[in-house]
């Protein structure tokens, strides 16, 4: 089965300073999904990746997929204190039932983000 | 647009007792995906909906939980009974469609639930 490693667990930063955040498939990511989540809250979706080398920027958040389709991650550049969350990627995975070709998400452990104003 | 909508926001229970979930998923929706998310981990899925068929129901402990999804539209998990490691935040989710790995799930805000 497919397995998720998020790097680092927990990161603290300066507001404004930049950041990454990595995500490591054991097997190749055919759809890689980056959510964030506050406390308290739900999965708000940031990104989703497909191709190997696919870059996605939104604000101030840029996500990348490398070429092999294995390895993922998110930039973060001159962080807030709204940037602050667990962030979570996510593979989409396609299994066979009786309906047909299905999908379905395996989650990483997330990486708990704090900004220090 | 609004968003997948669940309640209760928390529920507080003692072991042994029953208690039940509920979400209503984004219009028009046909898919749906109840996951356990416990502290500190990520979200495990628990039991997926197409329409109101299940597509994959593997990782549901079916002796205590259950889940229905009348009329293809929302959807109610129950737990009977509960025990002190389900303790978790329930996520429900829902995209357009199911086939395929690009599809976009959105989730609602969850219901944390503690088991005492």
């Known amino acids: 089965s497919q397995e998720l490693e998020q790097s680092p667990q927990s990161l603290i930063v300066q507001e404004g300073k930049n950041l990454t955040i990595n995500c490591t498939s054991s097997?190749?990511?055919?759809?890689l999904y980056w959510y964030k989540q506050k406390y308290g809250e739900g999965l708000i979706f940031l990104m989703m990746?497909?191709?190997?080398?696919e870059e996605k920027s939104h604000e101030k958040i840029t996500a990348k997929l490398d070429e092999k389709k294995q390895q993922s991650s998110l930039h973060i550049t001159a962080s807030q204190p709204s940037h602050a969350g667990i962030y979570l990627c996510g593979a989409g995975t396609s299994f066979m039932n009786y309906g047909g070709a299905t999908n379905k998400l395996i989650f990483g452990t997330g990486t708990l983000l704090a900004v220090q104003p | 647009e609004a968003g997948v909508a669940q309640s209760p926001r928390y529920k507080i229970i003692e072991k042994r007792q029953s208690v039940a979930f509920w979400c209503n998923p984004i219009?028009?929706?046909?898919?749906l995906y109840w996951y356990q998310q416990i502290l500190g981990q990520g979200p495990k899925l628990l039991i997926q909906?197409?329409?109101?068929?299940?597509?994959?129901d593997s990782q549901l402990p079916k002796d205590r939980f259950s889940a229905e999804r009348l009329k293809g539209v929302d959807s109610t998990l129950k737990i009977q009974p509960a025990k002190l490691e389900d303790s978790a935040v329930y996520l429900c989710a829902s995209s357009r469609r199911t086939s395929g790995v690009g599809e976009t799930q959105y989730f609602g805000p969850g219901t944390r639930l503690l088991v005492l």
């Open positions: 219009s028009g929706h046909a898919t």
């Open positions: 909906f197409q329409n109101n068929g299940v597509v994959d």
């Open positions: 990746l497909q191709k190997g080398g």
């Open positions: 097997k190749t990511l055919y759809g």
